[in-house]
């Protein structure tokens, strides 16, 4: 058992929960957004500018740290920057949704047509994520962590070649599959590689081979070797995420030397860090729809405080929360760290209030 | 009571032992493959595996040695459906399977549908199905139209980001039963209330019944908002669809 470190920063307790050493505290994390309208109009940085526009954008990032009292700021509110960048189509939306890509409209049909631009990073939607990053840190200092997000191959090719095509083929024919991934894998990389270079402390890498999808067996197949490798070339710690019940796949995961998995609320906490078994720290997983979005702080509570009895080396929301979450929900997440942690383990005044 | 060893299609007969484990549906299954004769149950196996190309030539095969095109897809296509849907549910299978199924179904059902179409026969229900305003995915809408086809529906697809207006329209044109909407986001799960305030407002909410479902969608969201029912996937989407029109649901 590790021994408890005195008082730190959030981001000093941030980088030690990622690299497996002691902390005064359960660091609060979120890996994906915690921007909501609410927040969008706090500070004037409405989507969809606040996906655009870096100044919106790390104005908006900021209040997860400012105005939550999480211990993170992610500043990549959706999964699209890339997809933009290298040309899908994308519908933009308003303040009250998140910009999505209009994946019935496919702009790739073979790996042959993979053209990820050379100037990548020059795009104004990448390039937004990585001046973002740069005011972050130059705003909120060295006290916070910043995290920024890179999408996986396995993502990127719903995105360009749409979800039932790329589903199909991968079954048709794994040759190609493998082909698409590993054209699409530099990009991955390259991004990542750009925002630790920009200043985040750690990477989101969503690729969403998830157990709504595709089997633990698909994970193994086509990615737990490719994610690998991201650990190994991606010089800063790589926060997995992948949506829905993992387990069937957490144990690959855990072997891929990455430094901590976002799961989510459709896996035990218990049986999930049972699983892993100390090779991989877990984030999450308060549930979005049903609690963050529909009940109040004392159920938030009480998810935490389940997360934090399993052992969970870091609490946070299960994946972007939704836009019209209440603040008050999401300010309970780090009261009830600070809560279990006062009392020593979980408060005996519990969601009974 | 008929038994396992009764079904002549080797395939079936596995599939079934291996992977079929209530005693309702095992029964249903069981009965329905050892009445079916066995160039149908070749029909299933294809499908069951995925096979378009296999499927598409039994199909021809047997419509051309005169086995009645409902007979076909009854004890063929849906048939074997009824085991692709027990196989995901149990999570035997996972999306690409299926999507391969219903590859293999549609290969079918290309030879099946213009015959129903001729000679008139009613489909068991009309269903309109979207997913809602500001949503763009639509892999489980996709899925759950794909098994209500298979169970004998008729299906309008009304595609991604369907407006409130949209759904009234296409239920003035087309007269469903039941109106499904699905979401993917916690962002426009709310859009399935507006729609169904929508139909409220334009007096048309007795005139369908509706359903919803999607990854966040609860049965405590379905209930707040109205619906008149929700299904956590696409197999419980065919028995809430039945259900809804009061048809019985078998397993």
């Not at chain 1, 054209?183 to 990542?192: L, M």
């Not at chain 2, 479902?213 to 969201?221: C, H, M, N, R």
């Amino acid at each position: 058992m590790n021994e408890i470190v005195a008082s730190i920063t959030s981001r000093g307790r941030v980088l030690a929960a990622l690299r497996g050493e002691p902390v005064d505290r359960t660091p609060v994390v979120n890996p994906t957004s915690v921007a909501t309208v609410e927040l969008m109009d706090l500070v004037d940085a409405p989507f969809p500018d606040a996906n655009r526009e870096p100044e919106l954008m790390a104005r908006l990032a900021a209040t997860g740290y400012t105005e939550l009292g999480f211990d993170t700021v992610m500043p990549v509110f959706s999964i699209i920057q890339e997809s933009s960048a290298i040309g899908c189509k994308i519908q933009w939306e308003q303040k009250d949704n998140w910009p999505t890509v209009k994946m019935r409209e496919p702009i790739y049909e073979t790996p042959d047509d993979i053209d990820v631009p050379e100037d990548l990073l020059e795009r104004p939607d990448t390039r937004c994520v990585l001046e973002a990053i740069r005011i972050l840190r130059r705003d909120l200092g060295e006290d916070v962590a910043i995290i920024g997000k890179t999408m996986g191959p396995w993502s990127q090719a719903y995105h360009c070649f749409g979800v039932e095509p790329f589903l199909l083929l991968s079954l048709d024919d794994p040759n190609q599959t493998r082909l698409i991934l590993e054209r699409f894998k530099e990009a991955t990389i390259a991004f990542g590689v750009a925002q630790i270079e920009a200043g985040a402390d750690a990477v989101t890498l969503p690729d969403h081979a998830t157990g709504d999808l595709v089997s633990g067996e698909y994970y193994k197949r086509y990615l737990q070797e490719m994610h690998h490798e991201f650990a190994e070339r991606i010089p800063g710690p790589i926060i997995l995420h992948i949506c829905g019940r993992t387990v069937d796949r957490m144990d690959y995961i855990a072997q891929t030397g990455m430094a901590a998995f976002h799961y989510d609320s459709k896996n035990e906490p218990a049986e999930s860090m049972a699983i892993v078994d100390g090779r991989i720290s877990l984030v999450g997983n308060i549930n979005n729809p049903e609690t963050l979005f529909a009940k109040g702080p004392d159920e938030v509570k009480e998810e935490v405080w389940k997360n934090l009895d399993a052992g969970v080396q870091m609490v946070g929301p299960e994946c972007a929360i939704p836009l019209q979450t209440p603040i008050e929900n999401l300010r309970a997440i780090p009261q009830a760290v600070v809560e279990w942690h006062a009392a020593g383990g979980r408060p005996t005044t519990a969601s009974a209030n | 009571m008929p038994e396992l060893t009764e079904i002549a299609n080797d395939f079936i007969r596995q599939e079934i032992d291996e992977f079929v484990e209530r005693p309702d549906e095992r029964e249903r299954l069981i009965g329905l493959f050892a009445g079916a004769k066995p160039a149908l149950q070749e029909i299933a196996a294809a499908l069951v595996d995925g096979d378009d190309d296999t499927v598409d030539r039994l199909t021809t095969n047997a419509l051309a040695a005169g086995t009645a095109a409902l007979e076909v897809m009854d004890d063929g296509l849906i048939a074997g459906m009824a085991i692709v849907g027990v196989k995901f549910r149990e999570n035997f299978i996972f999306v690409p399977e299926v999507l391969a199924c219903a590859r293999a179904m549609k290969a079918g059902m290309g030879h099946i549908e213009p015959i129903l179409s001729d000679s008139g026969i009613e489909p068991m229900g009309k269903v309109v199905m979207g997913t809602v305003k500001g949503d763009l995915h639509d892999i489980g809408k996709n899925l759950c139209i794909m098994m209500l086809r298979g169970s004998g529906f008729e299906v309008i697809d009304l595609g991604v980001d369907t407006s409130p207006d949209d759904f009234l329209d296409a239920v003035e044109e087309y007269k469903p039963s039941v109106v499904g909407m699905s979401a993917l986001l916690t962002t426009t799960m709310p859009n399935m209330g507006k729609t169904i305030d929508a139909f409220i407002d334009a007096d048309l909410r007795d005139a369908v019944k509706i359903m919803v479902g999607g990854a966040p969608v609860t049965q405590e969201f379905a209930d707040d908002m109205g619906a008149d029912g929700y299904g956590k996937d696409a197999m419980a989407c065919v028995s809430l669809a039945k259900e809804l029109i009061g048809v019985e649901t078998r397993g």
